[in-house]
């Protein structure tokens, strides 16, 4: 079984900064991309950043410039660095990842989101 663990959300002024973690546990044989999706209260989800097993990225427009996505692929992990946040990135973040389990099986995974408010 594989479990995506999210940690590092929480409130914080406009102009700050949060870094959010996702490690990917259990029967994991490899990873390919890994992201963090969003979604705001009546909103629909939507992907804010990824990263592909050979690092190429991409991020959502309002984000480009403030957010970096980056992973350990030795800790199995993706994190979000986001600066400069703005009210408007206020969500749950999602963690998502394409895995590999040790079965050979590839199939994608949540986690379990973590609130970022950010406070005007």
């Known amino acids: 079984q594989v479990q995506l663990v999210e940690s590092g959300g929480g409130l914080v002024q406009a102009g700050g900064s949060l870094r959010l973690s996702c490690a990917a546990s259990?029967?994991?044989?490899?990873?390919?991309?890994m992201g963090w999706y969003r979604q705001a209260p009546g909103k629909q989800r939507e992907l804010v950043a990824a990263i592909r097993s050979g690092s190429s990225t991409n991020y959502l427009d309002s984000v480009k410039g403030r957010f970096t996505i980056s992973r350990d692929n030795a800790k199995n992990t993706v994190y979000l660095q986001m600066n400069s946040l703005k009210p408007e990135d206020t969500a749950v973040y999602y963690c998502?990842?394409?895995?590999?389990?040790?079965?050979?099986?590839?199939?994608?995974?949540w986690g379990q989101g973590t609130q970022v408010t950010v406070s005007s």
């Open positions: 259990g029967s994991v044989f490899g990873i390919n991309s």
């Open positions: 998502n990842a394409d895995i590999v389990t040790m079965g050979f099986i590839p199939r994608n995974y």
